[in-house]
């Protein structure tokens, strides 16, 4: 198999070093960064501001050319938080990682970081959220869009939520570029959304308390056509047999984990079986990422390896992480982080 020795999977871009090994060329990007700036959690990535984590130029190209286990490597390496799933691409615009995942139509890493309370309504320096950006983009983000509505999502334009009236205006530019789905999906109230029905139609009581996903709105007759989870049954009910039940990390319906830099999904029977999945998790963002760890430690060689070949051995690698950090602080107390913030920035 070829196998990269970093990432533990087929190779995508392979370089061949002189040496003879190869690698991923994304991987390879990786490996520099951490012998820059450390791998510890304060090195892995660039603080812009107090209010959000700056993203990797290479993470967001390896996510732009199909490399997700570099994208996966970076998560797990920056012990996965609120505010790494909620970094932003600078030279993008500070566009969020979940929307780059979107573009990218990446589906299964969207619904990884908002499992690890990635911020649905993340907004880019113009002041448009992700929804709004989804919903506008030429290439028809169709099933990124629903997955968005299903968690909750809303639109955002100029940092302040879209009233009655400017919706009507923004699915009017939405249909303009094509995509006519999307416009009246989110022109109704419940378009696209997660939804608990909270009064049986007709014989139906076993459906109470049941969740559903809105797929169409019947505007002549105001109900809306809807398929319940799990069974995928597909129902027409009147808009007051409905209420919003967004997805949450405690209640989103399925789970889809990383494990070894790669995405797996989990689909249930009930949505009490995903609950008390989650429930056998542990409280704690930050678990999310497990790695085998055999493969772990094989990958720390590799590493280390692959930066005495790169002629970076004098550079703080791998293993000296965590030599590092049983040392005694240094005087002074406070910190002070490799990375900094980046100049030019007001």
Partial sequence: MNECGICLSEWTNPVRLPC??????????????????????????????????????????????????????WLSKSKIEERVVNAKLEEGGNIGLLYLAAMNKRHDLMSHLLLNWADANILDSAGVSVLTSSCLDEDNLWKAVR????????????????????KLSLCHKISAKGNVEISNLVASELGGRRCEIVSPPNTRDDLVGKTCVVEEYIEISDQYNVRMEFTNEVLLLDSIKLKRRDRTPQDPGYYVECKNNRLIRRDFKSNEECRAFIATLGAGVGELLKVDPDAEAKAEQAATDLLAELGLEDLEGPGKSASKKNQPAASGGKKKKRGGKKKGRK
């Fill in 147 to 166: 997955l968005l509505l299903s968690w909750g999502a809303e639109l955002f334009a100029e940092g302040e939520r879209v009233t009655k009236e400017r």
């Fill in 20 to 73: 003879g090994h190869t690698f991923c060329a994304d991987c390879l990007r990786v490996k520099r960064f951490e012998a820059e700036y450390g791998e510890d959690w304060d090195g892995t990535m660039i603080e812009y501001d107090s209010d959000f984590i700056g993203l990797p130029l290479y993470v967001g190209k390896a996510l732009g050319t199909g490399n997700l286990r570099a994208v996966l490597h």
